[in-house]
């Protein structure tokens, strides 16, 4: 009895023993597997992001959703001033101002950008020496709605001139006249309807100028009606460069209705075309 007693002992022990072997190894193969899986675990593991400037960003410039992107932030706690991925999405942004430059990688704060509609956007917009004057525009004259922000277009203006006709009388001839080149549009009152897909028209367009420009625009306007005209992005310098009589360069190009129509000859469309102390009939 005592036998059976000793040997049942011995193979209760080996049991254990092997038991605790096996939990031991077990639990060491976990660990392996666990300590494996933290490198890659620390690297899918999600992080603060903040929005930053993609590339450099000037003052006065109106921003777009290409200009900014999210990049992780793993430098220690994230300033309060900075913003974070999840409080507003990218475009959110879009047609705000920048108040001042950044360079990139540089953090986005609201501080040192201006949305449309708050105050001081226009004035962080200009340019320095630039003015804002704002101009009527209608479905035609504003490329139909897509003249935006940020956009370069041309400004023309269409207006009637007075030329002898062949019976000694007066004439009324239309001519149209590209004023000013490149001129950079700050702002439109025109959205994009998500609903309908289709453009708002604006009622006006408000540009950046010299006060020179600016006083062009106004006698412009008073003398007929004003045409935007966009230009492609980037804009291409303008090649096209117009000489009076007397020689003197002039970015402005005209055409007279007798071009368009050939039913007006150009002996009944002669006009007198002042341009500075010279003319030319």
């Not at 899986?37 to 290409?66: D, E, F, N």
């Not at 935006?148 to 239309?174: E, F, K, N, W, Y």
């Not at 007798?258 to 003319?279: C, F, H, P, W, Y």
Request: hydrophobic content about 45%; glycine content about 10%.
């Amino acid at each position: 009895m005592r036998a059976r007693t000793l040997i049942l002992f011995l193979m209760a022990l080996i049991l254990a023993g092997g038991t605790a072997m096996l939990v031991r190894t077990w639990l060491a193969h976990q660990r392996a597997v666990e300590a494996e899986a933290m490198p890659l675990a620390r690297a899918v593991a999600p992080q603060k992001s903040v929005l930053v400037a993609r590339g450099p960003i000037g003052r006065g410039q109106i921003l777009k959703p290409g200009d900014f992107e999210w990049q992780p932030w793993a430098d220690g706690p994230v300033h309060r001033a900075y913003i974070q991925a999840g409080s507003k999405p990218i475009e959110a942004f879009t047609g705000w101002v920048a108040r001042e430059p950044f360079g990139p990688g540089d953090p986005i704060t609201e501080s040192k950008i201006v949305a449309p509609g708050s105050r001081g956007f226009l004035a962080a917009a200009l340019q320095p020496g630039m003015r804002a004057i704002s101009v009527l525009v209608n479905k035609t004259s504003d490329v139909s709605g897509f003249v935006l922000p940020g956009d370069q277009v041309d400004i023309l203006i269409t207006h009637s001139l007075s030329s002898p006709g062949g019976d000694g009388g007066a004439r009324q001839r239309q001519a149209a006249e590209t004023v000013l080149h490149d001129v950079r549009v700050l702002a439109a009152d025109q959205k994009l309807d998500s609903k309908g897909g289709e453009a708002i028209v604006a009622q006006s367009v408000t540009l950046e100028v010299s006060p020179k420009e600016g006083e062009i625009i106004a006698v412009a306007a008073e003398m007929g009606k004003l045409w935007l005209s966009l230009r492609s992005l980037p804009s291409p310098p303008v090649e096209m460069i117009a000489t009076d009589s007397s020689g003197t360069a002039d970015s402005g190009t005209f055409t007279l209705d007798s071009e368009v129509s050939k039913l007006l000859t150009q002996k009944d469309n002669a006009v007198t075309v002042l341009r500075g102390n010279a003319k030319s009939g």
